[in-house]
């Protein structure tokens, strides 16, 4: 049976170490982290996310700003908000929640943001830092997880990864992530051959398609550690529903050396590291330096880097 990677247990202690570092920061520099949330509309998941993300940055000691617009707003008043938060010394991370209303264009909207507060990590300018290996921003669910992973298996130098699905927000960030840890990295999509093939190859599996339960247990290598960012909701016989991922947990995790459950896996670490990010954002827009990642150091270590 595969060990399970705790993504809840793994965020909160992330979570832990980046409000005692905010504490150290505001300590030695008098500097307070500040993440800026706009929700443009009455999306009802995008509500309770929104809320959760405002929580958990006061719980890390950080100052946060929440912007409710209504569904109605013009793109021009939107790109309006973001010059002012652009220009705002308090301000050094800024999420626009998706999906925004029909109207406004998500893309433009996303590259207005200064691409030292975009802690999405989705601005072009960081999406190009990250794929020829710069320093950049990385975006929080491929973050979290190649956290898990380095956690879990230390060097991951060598190994063969494949990354299912090919999104920009969560494939391709992942696979440059991985190809960045010296893995031989393979991308997978919907029209690849002979996918169970593919992923019987791999010592990594990350699958990120968005299709309930497609990753079988006999698609994976024995002893294989598998990545499940999918969070699908199906409905049961009794006409309730639950959360699967895009591997079936029962037989995969017969084989797996190691899996994240869904739910409890990589979903806690998504706000973990938006916190992570805003953090790094805020020691780098004020000159102090920061670990890339946080929990990768020790307590000693971060105290050192922060100039206690």
């Known amino acids: 049976m595969a060990t399970i990677i705790d993504g809840k247990a793994f965020s909160a202690n992330l979570r832990g170490e980046i409000a005692r570092k905010v504490d150290i920061v505001k300590r030695n520099h008098s500097l307070?982290?500040?993440?800026?949330?706009?929700?443009?509309?009455?999306?009802?998941?995008?509500?309770?996310?929104?809320?959760?993300?405002?929580?958990?940055?006061?719980?890390?000691?950080?100052?946060?700003?929440?912007?409710?617009?209504d569904a109605g707003t013009s793109q021009a008043d939107l790109l309006a908000l973001i010059d002012q938060l652009n220009n705002d010394p308090d301000?050094?991370?800024?999420?626009?929640?998706?999906?925004?209303?029909?109207?406004?264009?998500?893309?433009?909207?996303?590259?207005?943001?200064?691409?030292?507060?975009?802690?999405?990590?989705?601005?072009?300018?960081?999406?190009?830092?990250?794929?020829?290996?710069?320093?950049?921003?990385?975006?929080?669910?491929?973050?979290?997880?190649?956290?898990?992973?380095?956690?879990?298996?230390?060097?991951?130098?060598?190994?063969?990864?494949i990354v299912l699905g090919r999104s920009n927000i969560v494939g391709k960030p992942m696979a440059a992530l991985l190809l960045k840890e010296s893995c031989t990295v393979t991308i997978a999509h919907s029209r690849t051959r002979d996918l169970p093939g593919e992923c019987r190859m791999a010592d990594i599996v990350v699958a990120a398609v968005g299709r309930p339960e497609m990753v079988k247990g006999d698609w994976i290598?024995?002893?294989?550690?598998?990545?499940?960012?999918?969070?699908?909701?199906i409905e049961k016989e009794d006409g309730t529903t639950r959360l699967v991922g895009d591997v079936e947990f029962e037989s995969a995790s017969k084989v797996a050396g190691a899996i994240t459950p869904v739910p409890g896996g990589v979903g806690p670490m998504t706000i973990a590291c938006l916190l992570h990010n805003t953090l790094q954002q805020a020691c780098r827009l004020n000159g102090i330096d920061v670990p890339e990642y946080c929990l990768l150091y020790t307590s000693d270590a971060a105290d050192d880097l922060l100039q206690v």
């Open 91 to 161: 301000v050094h991370g800024i999420l626009v929640q998706l999906p925004l209303p029909g109207h406004i264009d998500e893309e433009s909207v996303i590259n207005s943001i200064s691409v030292d507060k975009d802690v999405d990590g989705f601005h072009l300018s960081n999406v190009g830092r990250l794929s020829i290996g710069a320093e950049g921003i990385v975006p929080c669910t491929p973050l979290g997880s190649l956290m898990m992973l380095k956690d879990h298996l230390g060097d991951l130098s060598g190994m063969k990864a």
């Open 221 to 233: 290598k024995p002893g294989a550690t598998v990545i499940d960012v999918g969070i699908n909701r």
């Open 32 to 69: 307070t982290p500040g993440l800026a949330v706009v929700l443009v509309g009455e999306d009802p998941a995008s509500q309770v996310y929104v809320r959760s993300k405002g929580k958990q940055t006061a719980e890390a000691g950080m100052n946060s700003y929440e912007h409710k617009l």
